[in-house]
């Protein structure tokens, strides 16, 4: 697997936009504790297991809160779910992300790609990482070529996610930046009555093992109360760990490509 020497990415932010100053909140403290990174939050969480859950405020009202943070210069992050999304969410962010569910939609990967915006594309659960392949070559069709491939997890039997890491070998054979969703791959699909669970405390020993492999990023959903989370609190990590969590993510990832142990054999 060849080795890129670019510094370990960081996409970082609470998993639905909950108020704007929620999303102050957490960008700031997000900085202060990494430094530079990606700001992630979704507008609309249209896939949520139960019809009454929170879904965001909507295209609008959460495109203006993140262009507003945009002005002050953070990398903003968000996800699409319908074609005619993308070139109005691209107005705003850096780069448009793909949900799981959605990665064999074919308009919606072609809309994302003639925008020209990074296009970051969730592997589905269902599916095997070669197959992946063909969910970046329809971004490819149009031209664009900055595409991120992000593994999630596997779906095992019910209700649950397994990371098998041969699977980012293989997406990085592809040729295009690979990332580790390191959050929602410890995710209980549907795993409580109204919604999902999580199993926290595998973040970081599954992110660690990503780096070792030689992921180009690290995604991880953060809250500064998950328990108080409108959603996706069960599998975020806790604000308070962030910092100490990519320092040793960052120490690895340099030890390992200063001593070139993750050159191709």
Known sequence: MA?????????????????????????????????????????????????????GPGIEEGLRILGNLKTEGFKILTDIHEAWQADVVAEVVDIIQIPAFLCRQTDLLIAAGRTGRVVNIKKGQFMAPQDFVHSAEKVLSTGNDNIFLTERGSSFGYNNLIV??????????????????????????????????????????????????????????????????????????????LEGFWRKLQVLDTYLKSNDILHAE
């Open 3 to 55: 080795t890129n020497p670019a510094p370990l990415a960081l996409i970082a932010g609470p998993c639905v936009i909950e108020s704007e100053e929620h999303v102050q909140f957490m960008a700031r403290k997000i900085k202060r504790a990494v430094g530079d990174f990606i700001f992630k939050a979704s507008f609309d969480k249209a896939n949520r297991t139960s019809k009454d859950s929170y879904r």
């Open 164 to 241: 098998d890491m041969r699977s980012l070998a293989v997406m990085r054979s592809f040729g295009y930046p690979v990332i580790f969703d390191a959050t929602h791959s410890v995710q209980i699909p549907g795993g409580t009555p109204t919604g999902s669970g999580g199993q926290p405390q595998f973040i970081a020993p599954l992110a660690r093992a990503a780096v070792a492999v030689g992921v180009d990023g690290i995604f991880v959903e953060v809250h500064e109360a998950p328990e108080r989370a409108l959603s996706d609190g069960a599998n975020a990590l806790p604000l308070h760990h």
